[in-house]
Structures are given as structure tokens and as C-alpha cells.
């Protein structure tokens, strides 16, 4: 993932930021890693030239980068994701409409967090649309096929 190194006004050094899918992202200031706190684990005391500076990371299913928002100035750590991408990153969300409980909203939901890594990704916008287009083909397939093995269990 292409992340940008960030040079924030009085912070003493760069920002770098670093994400892992069992630990999401993780932010570091010249190699030093930074803890995050508070509550929802958004927030980050970041060494400044004057005092430590107070940090908040803004993510969600709109951004496939955060940004660090540090006093009213928001500093991006990617490229923004493009309104489509975030559209098709919700597409499997569509499968709920075959197969609804537990099963479906695995599915659904599965789908769309596939799609959200693929969002992240270093590939050309064509490559993640059909990506995100072949993991809702498969979110459908997957669901047709557990109303299919409920209904035979069931003998419908």
C-alpha cells in the first residue's frame, strides 16, 4: 500500500503510517511507533518541537487511507477513494436481499470487507473494479448456494 510520509507542522520528525490485517494501522514518527488511546483507540500523542502534539485518526468505509486530523487541519495519508470504489466496495451488501440471518449477513459482510482491502490495494482502478465486481459474482454464488443446502436439509 502506497502511503504517504507526512510532515505535520510542529511535530518533530515524519509521520509514517503502516497497516496489517490482524493489527490495522499503525503510525510511527522517525521509526518510533506511536500507541494509540482513548476510546475508540483513535487518538495519538505525537512528539513536538514545543510539547507533545494531540493527534485523532479519521478512517471509515469512505477511505480506504485515514488521515490524521491534528487542530482543525486534516492531513491525508493516501490518495482519496474514488466515489465508485466505494460504491462497489458495498455491492455485496446486495446478497442480503437472497439470503437474510446469520449466513447472509456473513456473507454480505464478508464480501464487503474483502472489498475494502481491495480498495486498499496498489492496483489501477480498472483492475479493483473488476475484482470488487468477480467478489460480489462470488458473494452471490456463495449465497445461492447456502439457500440451496438449507432447502435440501429441509426437504423444500
Known amino acids: 500500500m502506497a502511503f504517504a510520509d507526512l510532515s505535520i507542522p510542529g511535530v518533530a ?3 509514517s503510517t503502516d497497516y496489517s490485517f490482524w493489527s490495522g494501522y499503525r503510525f510511527s514518527v522517525d ?7 482513548g476510546f475508540p483507540r483513535n487518538r495519538l500523542t505525537l512528539p513536538g518541537t514545543a510539547g507533545p502534539v494531540e493527534a485523532r485518526v479519521k478512517a471509515g468505509l469512505n477511505r480506504a ?3 490524521l486530523v491534528v487542530g482543525d487541519r486534516e492531513y491525508a495519508t493516501g490518495p482519496e477513494t474514488p ?8 455491492l455485496p451488501l446486495v446478497t ?3 439470503v437474510q440471518g446469520a449466513i447472509g449477513f456473513a456473507v454480505a459482510f464478508g464480501g ?9 490495494g496498489e492496483q489501477s482502478t480498472g483492475v ?8 460480489f459474482v462470488a458473494a452471490v454464488a456463495i449465497a445461492l448456494a447456502a439457500v440451496a443446502a438449507v432447502g435440501s436439509l429441509a426437504g423444500l
Open 128 to 135: 479493483k473494479v473488476a475484482l470488487m465486481v468477480g467478489t
Open 31 to 37: 521509526g518510533t511507533r506511536l500507541k494509540p488511546h
Open 83 to 90: 466515489v465508485a470504489l466505494q460504491l462497489l466496495a458495498l
Open 13 to 15: 520528525g515524519v509521520v
Open 96 to 98: 442480503l436481499l437472497v
Open 112 to 120: 464487503v470487507f474483502v472489498n475494502l482491502g481491495i480498495t486498499r
Open 65 to 67: 487511507y485515514p488521515a
